[in-house]
């Protein structure tokens, strides 16, 4: 389960009739595996998910309180068949069907749900590519609609953690992270005026992994890029993992951050973050 809270607060001395808006949000989803087609049959497993969002504006001059709140649960199944290619690269496609109730102050009622996508992997090369797609094909509420549609590229020659990467995801409208991707994603309910524009989002990494105390250790620096209709994300990002041969999930990270995010707004400020993380497995 993981549950979020984000206040906003004015922006400076000339905004006192801004109300200051508190969003929390619980989710929890859970998977199982109903058929194992094996590396060329059709694999079959089921999605449930719920979540839950409440907002609360206070109460300031010439505007009283208010609150606003959302859930949904949603039932699903997904198929996924691999399709082995030459010199070891395979395609991935996927489709996820699903059906939710969704409730509150917005839209409610039922609905049925259609994902779908396809992965493309040569791992000799160190390539791998991602088209998914996800729309509402019908609803109790007429006008309720959605749509998503997310690209994602990425590349990594040397199978270690060392050497050049780079990653490219481009994301417009809902999410669409692939099949039954949960759209447990904070950001499918950011608001519940949100505009759907604000929906698209592209994404740009690339870093260098360099040897470390006696080549016992993996150094990253790394540049970032995340382009918005409301924000422009500038980021120099510092990571040491331990050496691996083989990509795998780090036992433990130390990374540092430092971002500038520019808004669209002129009445926004620029904001400015340093970040230390430090992660472990045990």
Avoid: C
Wanted: proline letters at 7%.
């Amino acid at each position: 389960m993981a549950g979020a809270s984000s206040p906003s607060t004015p922006d400076g001395p000339g905004d006192d009739a801004t109300p200051s808006t508190t969003m929390t949000m619980a989710a929890l989803g859970m998977d199982g595996l109903l058929f194992d087609g094996g590396n060329e049959g059709i694999t079959l497993s089921a999605t449930a998910d719920v979540l839950t969002l409440k907002t609360t504006s206070e109460e300031v001059d010439g505007l009283e309180s208010s609150e606003g709140s959302l859930s949904r649960l949603r039932l699903g199944i997904e198929a996924i068949r691999p399709f082995p290619l030459s010199n070891g690269a395979s395609l991935l496609p996927s489709l996820a069907l699903g059906i939710r109730q969704d409730s509150g102050d917005a839209e409610s009622g039922f609905g049925l749900d259609l994902g779908a996508g396809i992965l493309w992997s040569d791992p000799e090369r160190g390539i791998s590519s991602a088209l998914r797609g996800y729309t509402l094909l019908a609803h109790g509420e007429e006008d309720f609609q959605e749509q998503g549609l997310a690209f994602s590229f990425s590349w990594g020659p040397n199978p270690s953690n060392r050497g050049p990467s780079l990653s490219l995801s481009h994301v417009m409208g809902a999410t669409a992270a692939g099949g039954m991707d949960a759209l447990l994603n904070p950001t499918t309910f950011e608001g519940l005026d949100a505009d759907p524009s604000s929906g698209q989002r592209f994404e740009a990494e690339l870093a260098y992994g360099f040897p470390a105390h006696n080549n016992q250790l993996t150094l990253t620096p790394a540049v970032a890029l995340a382009l918005s209709p409301t924000s422009r994300n500038y980021s120099l990002l510092w990571s040491l993992v331990p050496y691996a041969e083989q990509l795998q999930a780090d036992p433990w990270q130390f990374s540092i951050e430092a971002e500038r995010q520019e808004h669209t707004s002129l009445s926004t400020p620029t904001d400015y973050s340093l970040k230390l993380r430090f992660s472990s497995l045990f």
